[in-house]
């Protein structure tokens, strides 16, 4: 065997190493049995082979040296005081050079037997440690592989008592929503139960709360606006006299100049530059054609209805009351007298 082969194989083992090592990890999927099986071998297969290659290598050092020492004998070998040539020259010279070359082989091959039962036993004792160390690798990789299970198996049991728990959760919720509706439902009907025990059944279906009021009064308030002019670009007419007592203004619709009087300026509502745009827009769905030029406007009265609720009253006013009580006034005075008859104050908006 080469020492090629040998390498080859290391590299192998190697590679078996890591692989059992991913698998572990959860890196790579495999049966960790098998790679270390596979392992096993391969380490097995390289212990012989190294025992092999030493064996091989002593002995061929073995040979060189008899050799050479046999040359070397046979050169300058003496016994007794005789060397080969002389020793050669009766069979009793050769009997006697028999035994004693039988005597030095012999001596020899004590000797090379002695070295190799040293490599044998050097060889086995790598092989034991060898063995040992995989052993202690088995067992290291079945403890890994059993702390793997047991940690998948634990987080699979907490992830069913999450699910569990979630499950539960939502089921609770809706229970509370449920008990939730009820009690507002509940709450609902004893706030009709104490009105009808106040005023009386029959009455009760006319009672008008403080925010149904309210409602009603925002919404006549923004009729009111609706029904003023929109305008934008307000100012002062310079060349009027005397000063300060005319108007010009642009016509939110239509981008028209009007000018009118201070005292008519309550027919107005001023609005912005932007949203004179959205005016012009819905105005121009409506007219075909828009003529530009100076708009004169007299003073014309504003109707705004009258405010009136479900019943004979207007926020404790009767209606005809409510009607002449306005009657006349500007706009802002409408406005004030309303406020006043809805909420008992007026309140006053900053210019």
Known sequence: MSVAEIELLKQQKKEIEDNIV?????????????????LNAVSNKISDLEYQAQIEAQHVALVEETKAETAYLLDTLEIGSLSISQLSASAEAYDILRQGLQMFIDEKDAKMLEQLKLVKEEAAKAIAELRSTNAELVASIEEREELVVSLRSALANEKDAVEDLESKRAAQQIIIDEQQAEIDRLNSRVTDLQTEAAIGARDAVKVITSDDLKAKADAYKQAIQDSLIPIYDLHWDEDAKPAQSVYIAKLAKNDE?????????????????????????EAAQQVDTISDGVLEVEEQPVTVPAFQSEDSTTGGLDQSDAGSEVAGKTVEERLQALELAVFGKVEVEAA
């Not at 572990?24 to 790679?35: D, F, R, S, T, Y």
């Not at 005292?263 to 959205?278: C, F, I, P």
Request: aromatic share 10%; charged share 25%; glycine share 4%.
């Open 22 to 38: 991913a698998v572990n990890n959860g890196v790579k999927v495999g049966n960790p049995m098998e790679l270390l099986n596979e």
């Open 257 to 281: 100049t009007v000018r009118f009087p201070w005292t008519q300026k309550s027919k107005y509502r001023e609005v912005t530059a932007e949203q004179a745009n959205t005016f012009r827009a």
